[in-house]
């Protein structure tokens, strides 16, 4: 059974920066594209950054230039590295596949909290 275990959120001021990393276990990661995707309260969960099995990119337009998603493959690792954050940022973090659900259709990991205070 896939797992996807999300880390390295916290608490950080605006400007500052976090890295993210979700490990993927029961399964391969690098099988399918990746994703990260963010959900603030309130609002329905969105996708934030993208990396294909050959290592391409993409990013929502409320993060291009500031965040950038990368994959280890030899550890079963995606990252998200987030810089000059913003308060608007602040959301839970959840690592899938793109489109998700490729894995396990209805699974989401626990997610991992990002507040930007401003």
């Known amino acids: 059974q896939v797992q996807l275990v999300e880390s390295g959120g916290g608490l950080v001021q605006a400007g500052e920066s976090l890295r993210l990393s979700c490990g993927v276990s029961?399964?391969?990661?690098?099988?399918?594209?990746m994703a990260w995707y963010r959900q603030a309260p309130g609002l329905q969960r969105e996708w934030v950054a993208v990396?294909?099995?050959?290592?391409?990119?993409n990013y929502a337009d409320s993060v291009q230039g500031r965040f950038t998603i990368s994959r280890d493959n030899a550890k079963n690792t995606v990252y998200l590295q987030m810089n000059s954050l913003k308060p608007e940022d602040t959301a839970v973090y959840y690592c899938?596949?793109?489109?998700?659900?490729?894995?396990?259709?209805?699974?989401w990991g626990q997610g991992t909290q990002v507040t930007v205070s401003s």
């Open positions: 029961g399964s391969t990661a690098s099988l399918y594209a």
């Open positions: 899938n596949t793109f489109p998700a659900g490729l894995y396990d259709a209805d699974y």
């Open positions: 990396i294909t099995s050959g290592n391409s990119t």
